[in-house]
């Protein structure tokens, strides 16, 4: 059974960091994957954060993200990061990890075939 799970939200004040984590397990997340963030509040829908394929290098990112978040991945395949810096009180949702098979990067949630439980990430102004 195909499983990702994050970790590493909480709570913290504007402009402070946080690394998001998202392992998963019941499988390899190989190159022939995508490995996105979205984030939801109540009341909204599923918001794109960023995305990469780390097999052809290509990186997307949320216009209201770019230049303070960064997502990355360690050697083993099976966990990769979102690294937030400079937070604002309007990053204030959860925080949700998902892959999709295949190489192309996009911000459509509904083309990613698996998805963590999501973890909270409150900021205070």
């Known amino acids: 059974q195909v499983q990702l799970a994050e970790s590493g939200g909480g709570l913290v004040q504007a402009g402070d960091s946080l690394r998001l984590s998202c392992v998963a397990s019941?499988?390899?997340?190989?190159?022939?994957?995508?490995m996105g963030w979205f984030h939801q509040v109540p009341g909204k829908e599923r918001e794109f954060v960023a995305a990469?394929?780390?097999?052809?290098?290509?990186?997307l990112y949320a216009d209201s993200v770019k230049g303070r978040f960064t997502i990355s991945r360690d050697n083993t395949e099976n966990t990769n990061y979102l690294t937030m810096n400079s937070l604002k009180p309007e990053d204030t949702a959860v925080y949700y990890c998902?892959?999709?098979?295949?190489?192309?990067?996009?911000?459509?949630?509904?083309?990613?075939?698996?998805w963590g439980q999501g973890t909270q990430v409150t900021v205070s102004s």
């Open positions: 019941g499988r390899t997340f190989s190159s022939a994957y995508t």
């Open positions: 998902a892959a999709r098979r295949g190489v192309g990067v996009n911000n459509v949630a509904d083309t990613y075939n698996y």
């Open positions: 990469s394929n780390w097999g052809t290098g290509t990186t």
